[in-house]
């Protein structure tokens, strides 16, 4: 068993958690990291036992895109991120896109992978329009 520690993606609290691995990736459980400045030891219930979606049969596990009839067929990496760029410089033609171009993030991110969220929205797409879950 191997012991991984990370932040609990649940919420904007973001407390320190190691995850407790299995030789075969299988996760077993989730500890509390005693010396984390924010959860100092504690977690809530989701923190503690909010891991089933890990291995459930309707996690996503390839891009889709949706085709023309509506139906949706699994692609890979490159062509799904390709498309995605393409149609992000597509809805770039003008000069203000902020409202051509939205980015949502959430308050399950990290600090960090929000701040990356904005810079991508800013200084990448050119737009202002950005809001996350935490602000209703
Ligand atoms: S353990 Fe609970 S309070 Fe802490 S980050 Fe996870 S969901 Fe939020």
């Known amino acids: 068993m191997k012991r991984v520690e990370t932040t609990c993606g649940y ?6 958690i190691y995850v407790n691995v299995a030789d075969d990736d299988t996760i077993l459980g989730i500890a ?4 984390h400045v924010v959860s100092q030891g504690k977690l809530c219930s989701k923190g503690w ?3 089933a979606f ?5 996690r996503l596990k390839t891009p889709l895109i949706r085709q023309k009839d509506g139906n949706f067929r699994e692609a890979g990496w490159d062509e799904a991120l390709d498309l995605v760029a393409a149609k ?3 809805a770039m033609t003008e000069e203000d896109n902020t409202d051509r171009i939205g980015l ?3 308050a399950r991110c990290t600090n960090e992978e929000n701040f990356l ?10 737009t202002s329009s950005i ?3 935490a602000r209703l």
């Open 11 to 16: 919420c904007g609290c973001g407390c320190g």
């Open 88 to 90: 992000f410089k597509e």
């Open 32 to 35: 509390p990291s005693y010396n």
């Open 131 to 133: 809001d996350h879950c």
């Open 117 to 126: 969220m904005a810079k991508m929205a800013r200084a990448g797409l050119k």
């Open 104 to 106: 949502i993030s959430s």
């Open 54 to 58: 890990v291995r459930d049969s309707r």
């Open 49 to 51: 036992h909010g891991f």
